[in-house]
Nanobody, 126 residues
């Protein structure tokens, strides 16, 4: 089992920045991918970014590329999501997730993720 705990959410003004953290514990997989997703009120959950743990290769949804940056800290077994120039429509619950293999379907494929955190809430005020 893998446990994921997100933190760093809160209230931020539009145009502001926020950094989310996700700490992983439990069993680890050498070739896993960690991803960030979000679900806004009344909307489906959407993919934001993912990073392959061993190689550090990252992949972003087109809509957020350039404003969101995913990174990881091997020593802390954590992944981060730096967000800048936030918009009110980005108010959502943000989740991190782990998939056991980097190969196969697109990293944006939610069904391929095996473990999910409980989420951290981000509110962007206009």
């Amino acid at each position: 089992q893998v446990q994921l705990v997100e933190s760093g959410g809160g209230l931020v003004q539009a145009g502001g920045s926020l950094r989310l953290s996700c700490a992983a514990s439990g069993r680890t997989f050498s070739e896993y991918v960690m991803g960030w997703f979000r679900q806004a009120p009344g909307k489906e959950r959407e993919f934001l970014a993912a990073i392959r743990w061993s190689a550090g290769v990252s992949y972003y949804a087109g809509s957020v590329k350039g404003r969101l940056t995913i990174s990881r800290d091997n020593a802390k077994n954590s992944v981060y999501l730096q967000m800048i120039r936030l918009k009110s429509e980005e108010t959502a619950v943000y989740y991190c997730a782990v998939r056991k293999r980097w190969y196969g379907s697109s990293w944006s494929d939610q069904s391929e993720y095996n473990y999910w955190g409980q989420g951290t809430s981000v509110t962007v005020s206009s």
